[in-house]
């Protein structure tokens, strides 16, 4: 599985839990922001926020599922064993390449937890994706998923008792039923910016002298 699913530490690296104001930027509107809610996610052993910053793409590439994810975290903890402090200690990431659907970061790892500096390559993907939420979990989507497109699909319908709502997105989800819309607190749609591949390297590719 490339470059690991994160993180191991040894005990002696303790990574602090994240602060306030990470949290309040969490978000993945921007590649950046991105970068920086994974970074979050990760710091605070926060499972199933670690599993929402990969792409459909990784999940599947991958074979993991949320159900799956904590089992195939363990299973890795001893490929990349330090990726969890180099994601902490890493610098603010800048832009290797950027497209319309995708975006290479980079981010600094200074020392010393290494000898020499290096390098976090994060490859990042710009999705669809639909959500509702219900008066019971205001906070948290109940129902959604990630699409190709938002905009090229027919998101919601009622039944001819307008007692339950639908879903039809493109083929690349499917159909899905949802709650009572008299309980339907919010419903997004819209595009973000998830984790998509990662590794860590000791040189910056080639081409690119320094980073700032």
């Given at each position: 599985m490339a470059a690991a699913l994160l993180l191991g530490l040894t005990p002696a690296c303790r990574v602090p839990s994240p602060t306030?104001?990470?949290?309040?930027?969490?978000?993945?509107r921007t590649p950046k922001q991105a970068?920086?809610?994974?970074?979050?996610a990760v710091q605070g052993d926060l499972l199933?926020?670690?599993?929402?910053?990969?792409?459909r793409r990784w999940r599947a590439r991958n074979g993991v599922t949320l159900l799956k994810y904590g089992e195939a975290r363990d299973e890795l903890l001893s490929e990349v064993p330090k990726l969890r402090w180099a994601l902490y200690r890493a610098d603010a990431p800048e832009f290797l390449d950027r497209q319309d659907r995708s975006a290479l970061?980079?981010?600094?790892?200074?020392?010393p937890l290494w000898v020499n500096d290096q390098y976090l390559l994060v490859t990042l993907r710009r999705q669809g994706f639909w959500e509702v939420s219900v008066e019971d979990t205001p906070l948290q989507p109940e129902f959604g998923d990630q699409v190709e497109d938002p905009f090229r699909s027919q998101l919601f319908w009622f039944d001819e008792e307008g007692?339950?709502?639908?879903?039809?997105?493109?083929?690349?989800?499917?159909?899905a039923e949802g709650a009572d819309p008299d309980s339907i607190h919010l419903v997004?749609?819209?595009?973000?910016?998830?984790?998509?591949?990662?590794?860590?390297?000791?040189?910056?590719?080639?081409?690119?002298?320094?980073?700032e």
């Amino acid at each position: 599985m490339a470059a690991a699913l994160l993180l191991g530490l040894t005990p002696a690296c303790r990574v602090p839990s994240p602060t306030v104001q990470q949290g309040l930027e969490y978000g993945f509107r921007t590649p950046k922001q991105a970068f920086e809610s994974w970074r979050t996610a990760v710091q605070g052993d926060l499972l199933v926020e670690e599993y929402r910053c990969f792409s459909r793409r990784w999940r599947a590439r991958n074979g993991v599922t949320l159900l799956k994810y904590g089992e195939a975290r363990d299973e890795l903890l001893s490929e990349v064993p330090k990726l969890r402090w180099a994601l902490y200690r890493a610098d603010a990431p800048e832009f290797l390449d950027r497209q319309d659907r995708s975006a290479l970061l980079v981010a600094r790892v200074p020392g010393p937890l290494w000898v020499n500096d290096q390098y976090l390559l994060v490859t990042l993907r710009r999705q669809g994706f639909w959500e509702v939420s219900v008066e019971d979990t205001p906070l948290q989507p109940e129902f959604g998923d990630q699409v190709e497109d938002p905009f090229r699909s027919q998101l919601f319908w009622f039944d001819e008792e307008g007692d339950r709502f639908f879903v039809i997105v493109d083929d690349f989800s499917g159909r899905a039923e949802g709650a009572d819309p008299d309980s339907i607190h919010l419903v997004a749609a819209g595009w973000e910016w998830k984790i998509d591949d990662f590794t860590v390297v000791d040189e910056l590719p080639e081409g690119i002298e320094s980073i700032e």
